[in-house]
C-alpha cells in the first residue's frame, strides 16, 4: 500500500518515477474514461507493480479545420 506521502511525491514528479522503487522504467498501459475523470494503468518493468494514474477534466480546446487545438488566454 502506497502512503499519501509517496503518492503526493509521485504526482508532484509527474509520473517520472515509480512511486514504489523510483525507477524510470514505466509503461502505461490501457486507459478508460467516465464523465469527466480518465485513468490508465501504469506499470512499473523494474519491480512490476502496477497502478492507476487517475485523470479530471480541466478545460477543452476546440479545433480548427486541420484538426489543431485552439488554445486561448486563459491556457
Do not use: N
Amino acid at each position: 500500500m502506497l502512503s499519501r506521502k509517496q503518492k503526493k511525491a509521485y504526482v508532484k514528479e509527474e509520473g517520472a518515477r515509480c512511486p514504489y522503487c523510483k525507477s524510470q522504467e514505466l509503461e502505461a498501459g490501457k486507459g478508460e474514461f467516465d464523465m469527466g475523470v480518465a485513468w490508465l494503468v501504469v506499470t512499473c518493468t523494474a519491480c512490476h507493480k502496477e497502478w492507476h494514474e487517475v485523470f479530471h477534466l480541466k478545460t477543452i480546446h476546440p479545433l480548427d479545420e486541420q484538426g489543431r487545438p485552439i488554445f486561448d488566454e486563459d491556457d
